[in-house]
């Protein structure tokens, strides 16, 4: 009898591949895990200093069991006879919102110009555009002030309407710019044909493809404006005061009341949070479109 001839099996180097990739995607999503919410802890620890007494808050180290309470929400919406902060939220409101509409208004044509029909040297047009933003701020406040204090525009939130609308103009132009650039020209072409204008064709036919670069856009505008202290800090006194100069008062001489602060960042917050997580599909979409060429 012919003895049988057994072949050793091959080694599963499928598998140990396999089995390495799988711990490698483990250990870069616990990693992410772990920054993700390294991130989110000082958004999170404000939140919860929010609900403590003045005292629990000011304690060191923290009293992270401290009893809940909703002192500093009532303080901060006046209840404890302070200022109430309506104006200052209406106000930020106000003026984020007009400058954003502004900034879309300018920039879509002039991205338009810059991105579809190019005009000469466009290339040196966005470099101007992009050094407008290499000057400090710090540099042109005193310049702003004299020129709002000789026209009689102190403390006046039409001054911090024309302001946001300035320093988020270039940024807006840069990224409708690369979100227009992916528009296709045929659909355009096909408009003109068809006897559309230039104002027809870029609210009926750029913006709608356009539409999530347009509102990530936007929502970046309107986030810088809401965020903006320094010009409303020196610009604005008790009229024309933003959410962020009303952060400011509660740093007293008296000391700092922290729960009541923690409180007010949570709810000055809350705006750009809420407009975010509803435009969050728009955004996510509008940046791809701008990143992906």
């Not at 991130?39 to 009893?67: G, I, K, Q, R, Y």
């Not at 009532?74 to 954003?100: D, E, H, K, Q």
């Amino acid at each position: 009898m012919s003895a049988s001839t057994v072949t050793p099996a091959a080694p599963a180097s499928g598998d140990a591949t396999t089995r390495r990739a799988r711990r490698r995607s483990a250990a870069l999503g616990v990693a992410a895990w772990v920054v993700g919410i390294g991130f989110c802890l000082p958004a999170l620890w404000m939140l919860l200093t929010s609900f403590h007494a003045e005292a629990d808050a000011a304690t060191n180290p923290p009293s992270v069991a401290a009893a809940l309470t909703l002192d500093g929400y009532r303080t901060f919406f006046g209840g404890g006879g302070g200022p109430t902060p309506w104006p200052p939220l209406v106000n930020s409101l106000g003026a984020s919102f007009f400058s954003t509409v502004l900034v879309l208004l300018l920039a879509l044509p002039a991205a338009y110009a810059l991105s579809i029909r190019r005009v000469r040297k466009w290339t040196d047009v966005m470099f101007f555009f992009l050094s407008t933003k290499m000057l400090p701020v710090v540099a042109g406040l005193l310049p702003v002030y004299l020129f709002a204090k000789n026209a009689g525009l102190l403390d006046n939130i039409w001054l911090l309407v024309l302001l946001y609308t300035s320093m988020n103009l270039p940024i807006a132009v840069w990224m409708m710019q690369s979100f227009l650039a992916d528009v296709p020209v045929s659909i355009i072409e096909a408009a003109q044909v068809d006897g559309a204008r230039l104002p027809t064709v870029l609210r009926r036919v750029v913006a709608p493809v356009a539409g999530p670069g347009i509102a990530a856009t936007a929502l970046i505008c309107f986030i810088f404006s809401w965020n903006e202290l320094l010009f409303a800090r020196v610009l604005t006194g008790v009229v024309a005061g933003t959410a962020p100069v009303h952060l400011t008062t509660f740093v007293t001489s008296q000391g700092l009341f922290l729960a009541q602060l923690c409180a007010a960042s949570v709810v000055v917050s809350l705006p750009v949070l809420v407009a975010g997580y509803a435009a969050q599909d728009k955004l996510v979409q509008g940046l791809s479109l701008g990143a992906v060429k």
